[in-house]
């Protein structure tokens, strides 16, 4: 099999790979490739750096007013004694 | 939840206190959720309350088959989808659809993340993310969200969702080879990157 098409068969996989889905023997076919191909490894590293960034974009957090109004239409918040 | 089993019986017989409890546990990942979908935060908001209504409403005949958080996504998936069929009209879970016009933002070239993990995230890049996630269509941007950014097992979005697991993943490969594309300028290329 030529490099390319072993690259094409493995990209199919290569999410799999990321999430630790693969069984044993394809993990350690892909990792023997990615050992040998420089391409694969830069698209298996672009690929982890991109949903890194997604999840450093999203807010951790309710922001304050949307979880006051969330309460208020909810009626969750106690009536106020005070 | 640490115990979904004694916290469902407490919100059928009506418990308020445990209804905080999961509006408070659950609303920051529905909010992400829809705020993804639909790329608007006022929106994000309706489908918020509009889920957590629509579980007060249904918790009665919820069955547990599947978890408590997998149905809650469900229902907010499927509130996100509405309203983007109801602008569009053109979302299906089934059938992804081609991403229509691509944003172009052309890179500063001052902009390097090859740490992401290091990097602050510039208003560009996240204006670039922000697009490149609205243009993914929007079978693979659910997949993207519920799989990538909640952390959600293939699993249970493929449960929430009505797909098999094969479908999920492919759609999630779909999904981060896309983004991957349209991020490509700001990361740090390595040689050779295909």
């Known amino acids: 099999m030529s490099p390319d098409a072993h690259c094409e068969q493995l990209l199919h996989r290569i999410c799999e790979y990321m999430d630790g889905e693969l069984d044993a023997g394809t993990c350690a076919e892909l990792e023997a490739h990615l050992a040998e191909c420089e391409d694969c490894r830069a698209l298996l590293d672009s690929l982890r750096k991109t949903v890194s960034l997604y999840r450093r974009c999203v807010p951790d957090d309710l922001p304050p007013d949307v979880r006051a109004r969330l309460h208020a239409a909810l009626n969750l918040d106690p009536p106020d004694g005070g | ?194």
Do not use: C
């Open chain 2, 1 to 194: 939840m640490p115990d979904e089993a004694a916290l469902l019986e407490k919100l059928r017989k009506g418990d308020a206190a445990a209804y905080r409890e999961l509006v408070d546990a659950y609303s920051p990942r529905v909010y992400r959720l829809a705020l993804g979908m639909l790329g608007d935060p006022a929106e994000a908001e309706d489908v918020l309350q509009e889920t957590f209504l629509s579980v007060y409403r249904n918790i009665g005949g919820f069955r547990g088959d599947s978890g408590l958080g997998t149905w809650i996504y469900r229902i907010a998936a499927n509130a996100s989808l509405m309203r983007l069929r109801r602008h569009r009209d053109t979302a299906s879970l089934d059938e992804p659809m081609d991403g229509g016009a691509e944003p172009k933002i052309a890179p500063s070239g001052g902009v390097s993340l090859g740490d992401p993990e290091e990097a602050a995230l510039s208003a560009e890049v996240r204006q670039v993310m922000t697009q490149a996630i609205s243009a993914l269509p929007e079978a693979l941007r659910i997949v993207f969200l519920m799989r990538d950014v909640e952390d959600m097992p293939a699993a249970e979005v493929a449960e929430a969702l009505g797909l098999s697991v094969a479908a999920v993943k492919s759609r999630l490969h779909r999904a981060r080879m896309f983004l991957r594309d349209r991020l490509q300028p700001y990361l740090v290329a390595g040689e050779g990157m295909t």
